[in-house]
């Protein structure tokens, strides 16, 4: 049973986020709403799951527990197998832009500190 269909832990928020024109397909995922602010990191690969990425985003949940920081764990994943690298990077960035207050992100698989 995938991470998304369980009846006792489901996430809080699965957002996807869709971009035709530029070739964005991302989903963020945000563990659990315990906190007003949720991290985890941006992975940009071309096979990352909706299910993979709840999964992170549950692992970022104890990462910050352990470590005491007070925010929820949160994870993105964006689907991508080839063509403007910059274009989809970009249309996802300003999409997340206007969510810093209750979702910050950095770099993971894929992904750069520059990005």
Same mark, same amino acid.
């Given at each position: ?24 397909? =991302?989903? $963020? ?23 993979? $990425? ?14 005491? $920081? ?5 994870? =993105? ?39």
């Amino acid at each position: 049973m995938s991470l998304l269909e369980r009846d006792d832990a489901p996430p809080a928020r699965v957002i996807e986020i869709v971009e035709p024109a530029v070739g964005l397909d =991302a989903v $963020v995922v945000i563990d659990h709403e315990l906190f007003p602010t949720s991290a985890g990191g941006t992975r940009m690969v071309p096979d990352v799951t909706a299910d993979e $990425v709840a999964w992170l985003a549950r692992a970022m949940t104890w990462k910050l527990a352990v470590c005491g $920081v007070p925010y929820s764990g949160a994870k =993105a994943g964006i689907r991508f197998g080839g063509g403007d690298r910059a274009a989809v990077l970009g249309a996802y960035l300003e999409r997340v832009r206007g969510w810093h207050d209750f979702f910050l992100t950095g770099p993971d698989m894929g992904t750069h500190p520059e990005d």
